[in-house]
């Protein structure tokens, strides 16, 4: 009885172990064994499956060459260094800064267009080419008239900087009020166009931090790699589910070398 008891013992593991098992070499130099234990016997099965897999040597990233693509091109370095879900976000953020950048300059555009077009209608000015002259529309909107400037000119002697109508450069505001108003358009409209130099350095400082996080990115994809070649051993268990209800138990071990 004793004897039979021992056989008992140890044919039992065996049988288990030959009805659901797997066994097999990864990619990266790991065996896995999976052993699942069920209650019904038409789950179980009658032979070892051994599965053996082509073995993909993995090379590490260099640090150097991670930040250089991170510095040109946002996120790039992450993904170099397989860290693309870090690196999106640094992708993301570069399309909105310069989405940012757009709209400052079409809304800063369009407020000055709007004063010179003001301009036009209540100072009686010519536009002509005298839009890259940014001098006259900042004068304008000091001064009621161009005789009004051109006599403080005259005070100071500063004959190089007068006006003269029969050029095109006359100017004589219908009131105080519209004067008023272009110039706090004109104003709103430079201020807007000159606050893209603060989107430009959000640019740069993009840049600097994701090929500066590139670097570590690399640096942790080494270390993983180093420390799966080092060798290792993991064990997990779960549970095995059939139409919503738990039919047995589940293990897995893996073993990496």
């Keep these: 009885m004793k004897f039979l008891r021992i056989i008992l013992m140890i044919l039992f593991p065996l049988t288990v172990f030959s009805q659901n098992s797997e066994f097999r070499l990864s990619e990266n130099?790991?065996?896995?064994?999976?052993?699942?234990?069920?209650?019904?016997?038409?789950?179980?099965?009658?032979?070892?499956?051994?599965?053996?897999?082509?073995?993909?040597k993995r090379t590490k990233k260099s640090p150097g060459l991670a930040f250089i693509y991170g510095?040109?091109?946002?996120?790039?370095?992450?993904?170099?260094?397989?860290?693309?879900?870090?690196?999106?976000?640094?992708?993301?953020?570069?399309?909105?800064?310069?989405?940012?950048?757009?709209?400052?300059?079409i809304y800063g555009n369009?407020?000055?267009?709007?004063?010179?077009?003001?301009?036009?209608?209540?100072?009686?000015?010519s536009l002509g080419d005298k839009d890259r002259d940014d001098n006259?529309?900042?004068?304008?909107a000091n001064y009621n008239s161009v005789d009004e400037y051109n006599?403080?000119?005259?005070?100071?002697?500063?004959?190089?900087?007068?006006?003269?109508?029969?050029?095109?450069?006359?100017?004589?505001?219908?009131?105080?009020?519209?004067?008023?108003?272009?110039?706090?358009?004109?104003?709103?409209?430079?201020?807007?166009?000159n606050d893209r130099l603060f989107v430009v350095g959000a640019v740069l400082i993009n840049h600097l931090i994701s090929g500066i996080s590139a670097v570590f990115a690399a640096n942790s994809y080494n270390d993983e790699l180093k420390k799966k070649s080092s060798g290792g051993f993991s064990l997990r268990a779960g549970v095995q589910k059939h139409f919503n209800k738990i039919d047995g138990i589940k293990l897995k071990f893996t073993k990496w070398f």
């Excluded at 992708?91 to 757009?102: G, H």
């Design 29 to 56: 130099n790991s065996i896995n064994f999976n052993l699942s234990l069920y209650k019904n016997d038409y789950k179980l099965y009658d032979s070892l499956e051994t599965k053996v897999e082509p073995n993909i």
């Design 71 to 105: 510095l040109l091109i946002p996120g790039m370095g992450h993904v170099y260094a397989d860290r693309f879900e870090t690196g999106k976000y640094f992708m993301i953020s570069e399309a909105a800064i310069w989405l940012t950048y757009a709209a400052f300059s």
């Design 110 to 125: 369009w407020l000055i267009d709007d004063a010179y077009d003001y301009a036009v209608l209540h100072a009686g000015i």
């Design 136 to 140: 006259f529309f900042v004068d304008i």
């Design 151 to 193: 006599d403080e000119k005259l005070r100071f002697g500063e004959y190089d900087k007068l006006y003269f109508p029969e050029l095109g450069y006359g100017f004589y505001w219908d009131s105080e009020e519209n004067r008023r108003i272009y110039r706090e358009d004109k104003i709103a409209g430079d201020r807007t166009l």
